[in-house]
């Protein structure tokens, strides 16, 4: 297992490394494009030459992966779900817009995706789920790395705004009371919130000889724009603060770690902060399916070893899950050593107004004249977050020193 997790994590160092390279050379002959000057065919050889590379690692990620699914399962295997990747290359390849456009030199061409995520199976239907999931036949195992987008409950929308209601704080006052007596009255604060669509975005230009190089520009767009936009998603997600066109962030709303005075726990580790964040929702009467850590607090979390040398969480590198919570990762910085635990099905939800969608321009700025095509990737999505109790935000370090004391 840790030959395969050192030989899985070498392949991804890999993969991005091909995939800066990428970067490296496109941008070397777009800046050529736009002097003016002429591209030799060999760089963009050497572009299809990175690709190939690119794509032979990528698919033995996916074979990694899908190895490890197996392991997990059994063997048992539900209906095979592609890869954003091979979804947008399959787009292209029949897309008789983007057909004209290469053959033409001239013209548009739209492809618009639903969300592009993965696949995370959960056990049931949380309570009061409005729109029900559609379970695919068979078990689909859950990917070896999710994130926030992984395990958010989403939406489709139409509208331009969500207009919900906030769940503030709530006291209850029930209590038998003896005949003619005077009922007791709970205490609810709501609040009316409004969650507006926001559009993420990002535009490139490219040359057309790359234009007429498909296998270079599959890889490109495939293994750049989009993925870069989910990173960005992410973090507004997590941090965004809802003002100047944002997103506002869960964990700018979220509870901070208070799980109680009588919560005393000896020589605490993360695990047990994440369980005793738990435990706080619990109290506040939500389900914790959910953890958001950072990748190298999940990487501490999962190499934890007792006295004789043994993995403390073995359920955790193989099914990314701790007693039913599932725990996933990110990149972003600003969560190093940091938290998020809550009810990620009810406590939460992301509004999807527009799928992520690549569009193709031969008319933009001085395109004709300089021989570029302009590619625009966007998105429209909405956050609302129904109750802040359900989730609980903090850092480790000062975490652990409460449960100490």
Do not use: C
């Not at 840790?2 to 030989?7: L, R, T, Y």
């Amino acid at each position: 297992m840790a030959d395969e997790n050192k030989e899985y994590l070498q392949v991804k160092q890999d993969v991005e490394k091909l995939g800066k390279d990428i970067d490296q050379k496109v941008n070397e002959i777009n800046t050529k494009a736009e002097n003016g000057e002429k591209i030799a065919k060999e760089a963009t050889a050497e572009i299809q030459k990175l690709v190939k590379q690119y794509q032979d690692q990528q698919d033995q990620l996916d074979q990694m992966q899908a190895k490890a699914n197996r392991n997990r399962l059994n063997g048992l295997f539900g209906e095979e779900q592609k890869m954003p990747a091979d979804q947008i290359r399959e787009a292209l390849e029949s897309s008789d817009d983007f057909k004209s456009l290469r053959s033409k030199g001239k013209g548009r061409a739209v492809l618009e995706f639903p969300e592009l995520k993965a696949t995370l199976l959960t056990p049931a239907v949380a309570p009061g789920t409005v729109i029900q999931p559609q379970y695919q036949a068979g078990i689909v195992a859950p990917p070896l790395r999710s994130t926030i987008l992984d395990i958010l409950a989403t939406a489709p929308t139409t509208a331009n705004t969500i207009q919900y209601v906030r769940e503030q704080a709530y006291t209850s006052n029930a209590a038998y009371v003896a005949e003619g007596q005077l009922k007791p009255e709970d205490d609810l604060t709501l609040s009316e919130e409004t969650a507006t669509v926001q559009t993420l975005a990002t535009t490139l230009r490219i040359s057309k000889q790359l234009m007429d190089d498909f296998p270079a520009l599959v890889g490109y767009i495939t293994s750049r724009a989009p993925r870069k936009m989910q990173y960005v998603k992410e973090n507004a997600i997590l941090f965004g603060s809802g003002t100047g066109g944002q997103l506002e962030g869960i964990t700018t709303v979220a509870s901070a770690f208070a799980p109680g005075a009588d919560i005393i726990v000896q020589a605490p580790n993360n695990w047990d902060v994440l369980a005793a964040a738990g435990f706080q929702a619990t109290m506040a009467e939500y389900i914790a399916n959910g953890a958001v850590i950072h990748s190298a607090d999940l990487l501490m979390l999962q190499l934890m070893k007792d006295s004789q040398n043994r993995y403390l969480f073995p359920e955790l590198r193989e099914t990314g899950t701790l007693n039913g919570m599932r725990v996933a990762e990110t990149h972003m910085a600003a969560m190093r050593g940091k938290f998020l635990v809550g009810d990620f099905a009810l406590g939460a939800q992301l509004f999807q107004r527009q799928g992520i969608t690549i569009e193709f321009f031969d008319q933009d700025r001085d395109n004709v004249v300089r021989n570029l095509i302009t590619i625009r990737v966007e998105e429209r999505h909405a956050l609302a977050t129904y109750r802040p109790d359900a989730f609980v935000y903090g850092t480790f370090a000062a975490a652990k020193t409460d449960l100490a004391s």
